[in-house]
């Protein structure tokens, strides 16, 4: 099989080998839940319970109207004991409904729905009334997603498995064990966009999945193949599979959709198979945790809003004499965050306990004009420019040399000799740049 790839990138020590053989294990007893409200991209949404109800796992427990809303559900059986704002993975208080978990399991799923002998607008409201937003990205409402308009037809339903962020395995444990979810969904997404082609983009240090997810295809009426790409940082980026796969470019500005294509993560894929075949809502999340602290490195299945403080001890175990960093998501995207005492939401793939050698910080030192950072950023950036426009805060030329193209993959900041906060500088500059939008596209109404 040929391996693709895309333009720049680099290799980050992968350090997968430490939880890749570990199968994935499901924890279902937890003391309480902390459920931020709000864990989707799009407007805000509103509880649906009071302190003191009683709620089942799968019971809706939020929602609003709204394209850009999707519904939240409880993920364990128990009391809603408090609703309150709460540190979130995102290092800002959020709105959380916190429910005690009972000892006794009943379950409120939806009914099952066959996804092909319902309509494309009954898939939709099931995939958004299940809850599903993408996973391991922003949070986008995946019915939105799935929807594009009728001038935007799709050609390619790509399945995101390149699982590039280091220390990640969870998605290389889904495939491995659930491969036959994962093309079911893909099978029921291809229906609702009218792709006819799947093809499920895999690094090739995941070679030994070939075979699994080719044995589930054959099981599959839709047009599924797989394709290897070369094991390279950002290779899970939306742009970098397209580039890579199909030779398209999405435009700056653009989305997927601009060139027929559809991204979706593995595990979405699964909770889409999912909420027709068992009417299963968004209640449990998938990660790798890992790390040089981590003494137990390994995959599993948590309710959503779980604590990640409540991991420790039962299920893993660490070195607190070696943590000096604790990070929700992969090392090159993932924010880190103050404490063990933030939520486990629909969308955190990680949470790594690093040790002084992973979390060492270096001082910035001047740039000397390497062209690194130019080289190996797939978006096709200047980031050393980038840098100076936003150190001198000028944002019309940050904008001008395509700062909103940035995807934050950080790619540059690793390659940097001089260990530039490059990434870093973006994430603030580009918030700035899009306030200042904002506010010129108010004062133009008015
Ligand atoms: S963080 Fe932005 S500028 Fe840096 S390599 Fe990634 S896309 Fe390019
Ligand atoms: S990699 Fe660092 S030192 Fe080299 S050009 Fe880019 S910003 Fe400057």
């Known amino acids: 099989m040929s391996i693709k790839t895309f333009k720049g990138g680099a290799h980050p020590p992968e350090r997968k080998e430490r939880s890749a053989s570990s199968a994935i294990e499901v924890l279902d007893r937890v003391t309480q839940v902390v459920i931020p409200v709000n864990q989707h991209f799009g407007a805000p949404i509103q509880p649906l319970v009071k302190v003191g109800d009683q709620v089942k796992r799968g019971q809706k427990i939020a929602d609003a109207a709204g394209r850009m809303t999707v519904p939240l559900h409880a993920s364990v059986t128990g009391t809603v004991k408090k609703i309150e704002p709460r ?7 959020g709105l959380c409904i916190i429910i005690e978990q009972a000892p006794v399991d009943e379950t409120e799923f939806l009914p099952i729905l066959d996804p092909f002998a319902c ?3 009954e898939a939709l409201a099931r995939i958004r009334e299940a809850g599903i937003i993408g996973v391991g990205g922003a949070g986008f409402p995946a019915h939105v997603k799935f929807a594009p ?3 935007k037809p799709i050609e390619y339903v790509i399945a995101n498995a390149a699982e590039c962020e280091p220390f990640l395995t969870i998605d290389e444990r889904v495939m491995e064990e659930t491969p036959a979810d994962i093309i079911d969904g893909m099978a029921i997404v291809m229906r609702i966009v009218g792709a006819k082609k799947g093809i499920v983009g895999l690094e090739d240090n995941k070679e030994h999945l070939v075979p ?5 295809i054959a099981a599959s009426v839709a047009d599924i193949s797989v394709q290897l790409l070369a094991t390279k940082y950002p290779q899970g980026g939306e742009k970098m599979l397209i580039t890579a796969i199909t030779g398209r470019e999405v435009p700056s500005g653009g989305l997927p959709m601009d060139v027929a294509c559809v991204v979706s993560n593995v595990g979405t894929l699964r909770a889409v198979s999912e909420a027709f075949r068992k009417g299963k809502p968004v209640i449990d999340t998938g990660l790798t945790v890992s790390g040089g602290a981590c003494e137990t490195p390994k995959n599993l299945f948590v309710p959503v809003g779980m604590l990640a403080q409540d991991l420790f ?4 175990r660490y070195d607190e004499s070696k943590l000096r960093r604790v990070v929700m998501g992969g090392p090159m995207m ?4 103050p404490s063990l005492q933030v939520p486990i939401q629909k969308n955190t793939s990680g949470l790594l306990l690093m040790d002084a050698s992973e979390a060492k910080t270096y001082a910035e030192g001047p740039c000397i004009r390497c062209g690194r950072c130019m080289r190996a950023c797939s978006c096709r950036l200047s980031p050393a420019l980038l840098n100076v426009a936003f150190k001198a805060s000028d944002l019309d030329q940050a904008e001008a040399i395509g700062a909103l193209d940035c995807i934050e993959c950080g790619t540059c900041s690793f390659v940097c000799p001089s260990h530039i906060q490059l990434v870093q500088r973006f994430r603030v500059g580009k918030q700035l740049v ?3 939008k904002q506010k010129e596209a108010q004062r133009a109404v008015k």
Do not use: Y
């Not at 540190?87 to 208080?93: E, F, I, K, S």
């Open 87 to 93: 540190m979130q993975a995102n290092n800002l208080d």
């Open 119 to 121: 309509t494309k607008e």
């Open 149 to 151: 308009p009728p001038n």
């Open 212 to 216: 699994i997810l080719e044995k589930a």
């Open 313 to 316: 001890p039962a299920a893993v």
């Open 334 to 337: 993932g924010p880190a965050v």
């Open 434 to 436: 899009r306030a200042k």
